[in-house]
């Protein structure tokens, strides 16, 4: 992460900066804190199970960064009178950005050699990385329900851009508080204080309960987000832009943990501190701090971002989790400032160290490194994260060592301009090396970005690329218009009043003659599994409407819109509930557009799916038949088992041709067409 550092000590005795109480001296404790923040955030990343609340690492970060970055811009004041803002963002540029354009150049130059098909779909998040917007470009995309199976190295980056629109936006707030409030600082830490406080409870307000999913529109799948059609949602300028997403992607929403950092901040200057009554209370300190590192590792344990089985954002982390976070934080950064805490000690030892003043170069790297190795749709292993270590080290080494210290203390701009002479044959022919390693480096980060600006936007992952052919198939009315006839009855139970005791009277069934119903086809209704197999299901005469993430409420607007437009023949395939769940009610609404007279034939398919509400929806499924005597049950389920081996690595979704054509045939099965099965 990019929490500023300062790697060299001045001695408290110096004459120029004895007065000085806001220099900000070398504080080992932070760079051990910020070590034990970005271990969290690479075990949570490589397997949400080992650390479900490994992600409030990058909160920890946050009130590290408003913390420090305040300090120096009140000791650049204290020194100076002012603060020079230009000077100030030229430091962080050189902080940030040479280490970041090189991870992405690097990156860029992987895909165009090895793995060109996500060249398109990364384009945006290298852009959006380039200007700092990557939260904003994230919110605004969203995480589609494939977003697991996508090959997608930078969305790591939302937190950089939260923290470099901070370094911008900070430093002319600070300029203005120390001209008109220079004098009451502790006043204005709680103003700050209160405005951390003011964002969680807005934050809370916010937070949207339940299951999350966006709508479908109804005639063209495409997803929707009016009142009623969806959970958690807002429309914003057509984009169906998720609630909880923004709350914990979004600059304001974030800005608590910086706000409490900065409030700390004008409270509890390190040099101050060892210069009044505070400095003999280090073991009270520690107190403190044991307490903030016990709630820290209590929340990474406990919080999760986000259920998988039911897709339940925690609503802990929504409503205090954060501000909590921040809390705790500050509690540590007491202990990792005060000279005389055993703790501060503790988080300096040299493991920690080394850790910490490479952060920002681990947290660069690993996620690109995970994305690369990683199984499509899964965790990391055990194997796979210590081989992602194994190479995000020796990275993360060379670019501290040959990229940011260089761009850091200026070295490499002084070779640049020729300040620093050869003195050695030794060190001209390193210089040649280096320098024809560079050339061959922005050759190929030229040749990638051209590639990657030029490549286009092509989908990834089983399951996205199955929906898109499902819709190509839907699109290209590839249907045959063959005449369905009802299945044959001999005989139709008329129901009597519950009370009589005579037996229920059976009438013939009345002769069926083919008229224009008759020569429609039969009509599938589902979801993203069915929409999978729609070019299986249009081969063989099916007619089909099937979208991403429908709900049941949608079906029953979908087969309302058909039935009205007399589209539904006498056969209608329909499945859902696997994206939520789907009461009695939203069944009996479906049923209602599906009467025995009009559809004698209606097949539904029971759903599978690693959710919580499966279950209950498969219970009601099963019992239709029982109230509508035109439903059949086609248990897919119980079926889907024979081809468990050949699903997606989701668990529900149709992984191969072959499970996609085994769906086929049991929906040809069940309207009676077992000649169209292959």
């Not at 839907?474 to 009370?499: K, N």
């Not at 009589?500 to 069926?512: K, Y």
């Not at 239709?624 to 699903?647: F, H, I, K, M, T």
């Amino acid at each position: 992460m990019a929490a500023p550092t300062v790697t060299v000590a001045e001695p408290l005795s110096h004459p120029a900066l004895r007065h000085q109480i806001s220099r900000v001296p070398y504080l080992p404790g932070l760079d051990g804190l910020r070590a034990l923040a970005v271990t969290a955030v690479l075990v949570y990343h490589a397997n949400h199970d080992w650390l479900s609340g490994g992600f409030i690492g990058v909160e920890v970060f946050f009130v590290i960064s408003g913390y420090l970055i305040t300090l120096l811009l009140l000791a650049e004041h204290e020194r100076n009178g002012r603060v020079r803002l230009g000077a100030f963002w030229m430091r962080r540029a050189r902080r940030l950005l040479p280490a970041l354009f090189v991870m992405m150049g690097a990156l860029a130059v992987y895909m165009s050699l090895f793995n060109t098909r996500p060249m398109g779909q990364t384009r945006g998040d290298l852009l959006a990385g380039t200007f700092y917007v990557s939260n904003w470009f994230q919110i605004w995309v969203g995480q589609g329900y494939t977003s697991d199976e996508a090959f997608a190295p930078l969305r790591h980056l939302w937190s950089l851009a939260v923290e470099e629109q901070f370094y911008l936006v900070w430093p002319i707030v600070m300029l203005v508080l120390l001209r008109t409030r220079g004098n009451r600082l502790p006043r204005v830490a709680l103003w700050l204080f209160g405005i951390s406080v003011f964002i969680a409870l807005v934050t809370a307000a916010m937070y949207i309960g339940g299951t999350i999913f966006v709508g479908a529109d109804p005639v063209t799948g495409a997803p929707s987000c009016g009142p009623g059609e969806s959970h958690g949602y807002l429309s914003v300028f057509g984009r169906c832009i998720n609630v909880n997403e923004s709350l914990y992607l979004g600059s304001f929403s974030r800005a608590g943990g910086l706000m409490i950092g900065s409030a700390f901040a004008l409270v509890w200057r390190p040099v101050a501190i060892m210069r009044g009554p505070l400095r003999t209370r280090g073991r009270r300190v520690d107190v403190l701090a044991l307490f903030g590192l016990a709630g820290l590792a209590w929340m990474m344990f406990a919080l999760e971002l986000q259920s998988s089985e039911s897709l339940v954002y925690d609503p802990w982390l929504f409503r205090g989790g954060l501000f909590l976070t921040g809390l705790c934080t500050v509690a540590v950064i007491a202990a990792a400032t005060h000279r005389r805490s055993w703790i501060g000690r503790l988080l300096g030892i040299r493991p920690l160290h080394w850790v910490g003043t490479r952060s920002y170069g681990l947290y660069l790297y690993h996620w690109p490194i995970y994305q690369i190795i990683r199984t499509p749709g899964e965790q990391l292993t055990l194997v796979q994260f210590l081989t992602a270590l194994c190479i995000a080290i020796p990275f993360t080494e060379l670019s501290y060592r040959l990229v940011e210290l260089p761009v850091r203390q200026g070295r490499l701009g002084e070779w640049l301009r020729g300040e620093r002479p050869a003195r050695t044959k030794a060190v001209v022919q390193r210089r040649r090396r280096t320098v024809a390693l560079c050339s061959v480096f922005a050759v190929l980060t030229g040749f990638a970005t051209v590639s990657v600006a030029t490549a286009d936007i092509l989908c990834e992952g089983t399951t996205a690329c199955a929906s898109e052919e499902g819709l190509v198939a839907i699109e290209g009315g590839a249907v045959t218009t063959v005449p369905v006839t009802a299945p044959p009855t001999t005989e139709r139970v008329v129901p009597v009043d519950p009370g009589a005791t005579v037996p229920p009277i059976t009438e013939p069934a009345p002769t069926t003659t083919l008229g224009p119903v008759d020569l429609l086809p039969p009509y599938a209704i589902g979801e993203s599994v069915m929409l999978g197999a729609a070019p299986q299901l249009t081969a063989g005469g099916v007619q089909v409407n099937a979208a991403v993430s429908r709900q049941g409420a949608n079906t029953a607007e979908v087969v309302a819109l058909l039935r009205a437009g007399g589209k539904l023949g006498r056969v209608v395939v329909i499945q859902t509930g696997t994206n939520g769940s789907v009461s009695d009610a939203t069944l009996d609404s479906i049923m209602s557009h599906l009467p025995p007279e009009a559809t004698p034939l209606v097949v539904f398919l029971t759903v599978r799916a690693p959710r919580g509400w499966i279950a209950d929806n498969n219970t009601r499924i099963r019992q239709l038949p029982d109230r509508y005597p035109n439903v059949q049950v086609l248990d897919w389920e119980v079926e889907s088992e024979v081809v468990a081996g050949e699903l997606a690595r989701d668990g529900y979704h149709l992984g191969n041709n072959h499970a996609r054509q085994f769906y086929a045939n049991l929906i040809f099965a069940a309207i009676g067409r077992p000649e169209l099965m292959k």
